[in-house]
């Protein structure tokens, strides 16, 4: 992929330039999701964006955690500007008005916003973010997102050509990443059929059959009546995109535990999820948190750091571009999903 995304593309880099907005190439936007909360996503995020950006990629971050919005703390950013919510307001009209510069000058962030309310965004609002998200300048775009299942979370992951999901060895996080990806599944396929009807008959199948269902039990089903429908299905699992980063990890056996997931994930969901990396459960990262200062570029950080740097290291290498999904329509825009292009018409 990195070939595809480093200088791939006429992006002003930073220093509050505004960036032309250029046709893209496929695979540049990265979701960080998990469910749970307080599992490290925004951790992750944050120092993810700046490992990128050290290895000279242009990464722009947006905080997409509606209400809870924490990355510009943990950048150790001090004037947010009018961030995601004068981009909501209506103050600005792009979301790159509202990137600003942080401490690695080759990383922008969008700060989010903690109005009590912003989450309750509705679908027109949801979709004016989800195409600005896509049209925001730089090799590399990182989207944060907060805890739970709410679809307006779903969907800021859903659109994503990878969806990197955080999880502790702790089993309430293993639980909650698999319900979540397995939410994000259904959001995307629920809108492969163009028609009401085929879309209701796959919600019934996917609402039938108890939790721990396997995928390959619908996709049987679709296919008695819609052998297309059902190779779709299958063909957007295959490239669906999906990558574990275990995180507060303690030990070798705790790495084990994260990749039971991604068993989980591949027998139950048909998906190809790999264990990217394991971050460790560190003290300093707690320090630099109240310090507001990123672990990884302060003293102690160093595990952390070198960590990150193998995930980052593995998302270069995944071919995003291919991970994403089909490809249907030529003339479709490279990193939104025909669904959401669909409604954007
Ligand atoms: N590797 C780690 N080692 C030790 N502590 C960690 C580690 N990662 C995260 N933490 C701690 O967990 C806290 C929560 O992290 P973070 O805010 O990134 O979680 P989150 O998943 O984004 O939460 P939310 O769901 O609320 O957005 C941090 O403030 C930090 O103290
Ligand atoms: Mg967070």
Known sequence: MSARVTGSEAVARGKGKSAKVVPRSAGRVIAIGGGKGGVGKSVVAANLALTLGRMGHAVTLVDADLGAANLHTLLGVTKTGPGLAGFLDHELESLEAAAIETVVPTVRLVPGSSRPGVANINHGQKLRLLRSIAQLGGDIVIVDVGAG????????????????????????????????????????????????????????????????RPIQHVIAEVRETDAALADLIVDT???????????????????????????????????????????????AVRASVDQRSPVILGPGGAEVAA???????????????????????????????IWIERELR
């Open 149 to 212: 299942t709410s679809f307006n979370t779903l969907d800021f992951v859903a659109i994503a050509d990878l969806k990197l999901l955080v999880v502790t060895p702790q089993l309430t996080s293993l639980q909650n990443a698999y319900a979540f990806l397995k939410g994000c599944v259904q959001r995307v396929l629920r809108r492969l059929p163009e028609d009401e009807a085929a879309r209701a008959r796959l919600d019934a199948l996917f609402s039938g059959g108890g939790e721990a």
């Open 237 to 283: 699992l295959v490239h669906f995109g999906v990558g574990l980063i275990g995180n507060m990890v303690a030990s070798p056996r705790e790495v084990e535990v994260v990749s039971r997931v991604s068993r989980m994930v591949s027998d139950y969901l048909l998906v190809h999820a790999p264990v990217l990396g394991a971050v460790p459960m560190s003290q």
């Open 307 to 337: 960590a990150l740097r193998q995930v980052a290291t593995a998302v270069l290498g995944l071919e995003i571009a291919r991970v994403g999904p089909p490809l249907a329509a030529s003339a479709r825009h490279p990193t939104l999903p």
